[in-house]
């Protein structure tokens, strides 16, 4: 099976930073894409940023040109490096792993942003 373990999450002012990285490990074969999303209390989870394995990502329009995803192939991991952060990007994230056939969730991490 596959565990996904995330760190980095805490609390931060607006405008800080703050860098995200979820590492893989267990009966990988092989990865389509790593992602980040994230949720609040009673809402629906949502897309934050993916990336596939050759490189190719997508974004929400409401991170582009503050958040960056990026990947380590050999380590399995991806990270999500925050800037310019705002109140309302308070969720807890959650790292995404889909491979053929198979997806797994973190366990998430939460990330508060204060006024």
């Known amino acids: 099976q596959v565990q996904l373990v995330e760190s980095g999450g805490g609390l931060v002012q607006a405008g800080g930073s703050l860098r995200l990285s979820c590492a893989a490990s267990?009966?990988?074969?092989?990865?389509?894409?790593m992602g980040w999303y994230r949720q609040a209390p009673g809402k629906q989870r949502e897309l934050v940023a993916t990336i596939t394995s050759s490189g190719s990502t997508n974004y929400a329009d409401s991170v582009k040109g503050r958040f960056t995803i990026s990947r380590d192939n050999a380590k399995n991991t991806v990270y999500l490096q925050m800037n310019s952060l705002k109140p309302e990007d308070t969720f807890v994230y959650y790292c995404?792993?889909?491979?053929?056939?198979?997806?797994?969730w973190g366990q998430g991490t939460q990330v508060t942003v204060s006024s």
């Open positions: 995404r792993l889909v491979g053929s056939g198979n997806g797994y």
């Open positions: 267990g009966s990988i074969v092989s990865i389509n894409y």
